[in-house]
Nanobody, 124 residues
C-alpha cells in the first residue's frame, strides 16, 4: 500500500521561509512523479510545483515561480518543497501527490497517490 506523509508545516511570518517534506513508502519512489498542491481557504486544490521521475525536471505554477523549489532525494524516498518569500496568499493545506512514471502535470486527476496534507499559515 502506497503511503505519502507530509511534514514541516506551521506558522510563518510574511517574507519568511519554510520547507515541507513528503516521504513515501510502499512504492519504488524513484519511479514516482511527485507534485505539490495547495488548498487555500474557500478555494479548490491547485498545483504548486512538481518534479519528474527522470532527469528531475521541475514545473511550477506561475504564482510561485522564483520563490518555491521542488527537489527530491530518492535515497530517502522524500520530496521537498522549499518555500521562500512567503505571503499570506500562500496560506493553505499543502498536499503531496504521486503518479507512476508519468509526466509532471498541473492536473489533480493525473495523480494516483495523495498525502493527508500539512497546514501552512503565513501571518504576522
Amino acid at each position: 500500500q502506497v503511503r505519502l506523509v507530509e511534514s514541516g508545516g506551521g506558522l510563518v511570518r510574511p517574507a519568511g521561509s519554510l520547507r515541507l517534506s513528503c516521504t513515501a513508502s510502499g512504492v519504488t519512489f524513484s519511479n514516482l512523479v511527485m507534485g505539490w498542491f495547495r488548498q487555500s481557504p474557500g478555494k479548490g486544490r491547485s498545483f504548486v510545483g512538481g518534479i519528474s521521475w527522470v532527469r528531475n525536471t521541475t514545473l511550477y505554477a506561475d504564482s510561485v515561480k522564483g520563490r518555491f523549489t521542488v527537489s527530491r532525494d530518492n535515497s530517502k524516498n522524500t520530496v521537498y518543497l522549499q518555500m521562500n518569500s512567503l505571503t499570506p496568499e500562500d496560506t493553505g493545506v499543502y498536499y503531496c501527490a504521486g503518479m507512476l512514471r508519468g509526466t509532471v502535470s498541473f492536473r489533480r486527476e493525473t495523480y494516483s497517490y495523495w498525502g493527508q496534507g500539512t497546514q501552512v499559515t503565513v501571518s504576522s
